[in-house]
């Protein structure tokens, strides 16, 4: 019991990290480039936000008029629902209104919504945020908060962590347009893998291969082995690794193909160890593929199927490859599968070998004999050159 709710508290407070405004500005910007109506005449949602606290509604409030955008809606989550007790303490902006409701403070989200100059200054921006109270706690699954999801035309926000999944799906069924912040190891979700397979979702344009920061709640606690900036702009940080936006609004990064040297160029000069000095790429024991460890070596002139890392989407150009499948949940054609999961015996040699963790039963891994030692590649995605090289 005391464990479970160590980690529902670790959890929850893993939910209250705040996207930077810098980190956001970077990202919509490459939309704009790409398309400079992007947003023009748009309904956008913000759900799982709070212009009090973070950036994403102020962001869009402060370039309303810049970006064209026809009516910005963002909805926060009601402190006394989130699990995460932090010190809350309403803020001046809503205890000196005249709606500041002590009860409602605590049990009920809010909504704000941004559509005209509400404070006559000749210009629209953060000060002409209207609010209220919602009827209920803000909850993304609501079926008031699903109204308003139905209503917009954009949703855009980093969602709470542990309940990811939940929203891609609560996102996917809405069939909108949407920019959110996720973790990387959700592209090969059952639920996400198909629509980026098919071109429907793709990675957002900045890469954060690096870890993003986010600012933390005052009270945060650090884990021993935190070794990352605790600090940034003046705001209390801390570092997500292997975050990144996920999408279905285009932008230009995803037009820019590759630069690729020949398998047999690769083989002599690669920068990596595992590829130069060899004689041939590995082909995987149950895929019809070969593995390419790090995307600069995929061989430009292979027109069979590649088995790359899943950071390949950061660089993924649908001009210059199709995807054809993913390792992990079995999601990838017959047709490319040479068993249809790991044999027993590859297995048992891998293990037999000083192998650990990568194979789960029924999940099939893509492996490999190297030197007679059975090996498992980690998350893959199968890919083909889009046109094939003669
Ligand atoms: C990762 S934070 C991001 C906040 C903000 N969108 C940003 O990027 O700065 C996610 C927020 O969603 C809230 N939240 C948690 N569960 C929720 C739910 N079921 N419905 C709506 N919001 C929720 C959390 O309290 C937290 O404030």
């Not at 405004?21 to 970077?26: A, F, G, L, P």
């Not at 006559?120 to 919602?134: F, H, Q």
Request: glycine fraction near 6%.
């Amino acid at each position: 019991m005391a464990n479970s709710n160590l980690t529902n508290a670790k959890t929850a407070k893993n939910d209250e990290f705040y996207t930077q405004y810098h980190d956001i500005q970077k990202e919509i910007e490459a939309y704009l480039e790409f398309n400079a109506n992007a947003f023009r005449g748009k309904t956008i949602l913000m759900p799982c936000d709070d212009p009090e606290w973070s950036n994403f509604t102020k962001f869009f409030a402060q370039n309303f008029e810049r970006f064209g955008v026809k009516k910005l809606i963002s909805t926060s989550f009601a402190p006394d629902s989130k699990n995460y007790k932090s010190d809350y303490q309403p803020t001046l902006f809503e205890v000196n209104d005249p709606q500041f409701d002590e009860k409602k403070t605590v049990k009920n989200g809010k909504i704000f919504t941004l559509t005209r100059d509400k404070s006559g200054d000749g210009k629209i921006d953060v000060n002409d945020l209207e609010w209220e109270y919602l009827k209920g706690d803000g909850d993304f699954n609501s079926k008031e908060i699903k109204k308003l999801r139905d209503e917009s035309d954009i949703i855009i926000t980093n969602p709470p962590f542990s309940l990811f999944r939940d929203f891609l799906v609560w996102i996917v069924e809405a069939n909108k347009s949407f920019l959110l912040i996720g973790n990387m190891n959700a592209i090969t979700y059952k639920e996400l893998f198909p629509l980026i397979k098919e071109n429907k979702v793709w990675l957002g344009a900045t890469n954060f291969n690096k870890g993003m920061y986010f600012k933390v709640p005052s009270d945060f606690v650090y884990s021993s082995t935190y070794k990352f900036e605790r600090e940034q702009n003046g705001e209390k940080v801390s570092r997500v690794p292997g975050v990144c936006w996920f999408t279905n609004i285009d932008h230009g990064r995803r037009h820019q193909l590759l630069p690729l040297m020949t398998m047999a160029d690769n083989l002599k000069f690669s920068k990596h160890k595992e590829i130069k000095g060899k004689d041939s790429y590995i082909h995987y024991d149950n895929y019809d593929a070969i593995d390419v460890p790090f995307t600069d070596a995929i061989p430009s002139d292979y027109n069979g199927v590649i088995g790359v890392p899943i950071t390949f989407l950061d660089k993924y150009s649908p001009d210059q490859f199709e995807i054809v499948g993913t390792s992990d949940n079995g999601l990838v054609s017959d047709e490319y599968k040479k068993t249809p999961g790991l044999t027993k015996e590859f297995v048992d040699d891998y293990y037999k070998g000083g192998g650990t963790g990568a194979y789960k039963e029924g999940n099939p891994t893509a492996g490999f004999y190297e030197n007679n030692i059975a090996k498992m590649a980690y998350k893959r995605i199968f890919i083909k050159h889009k046109r094939p090289i003669q």
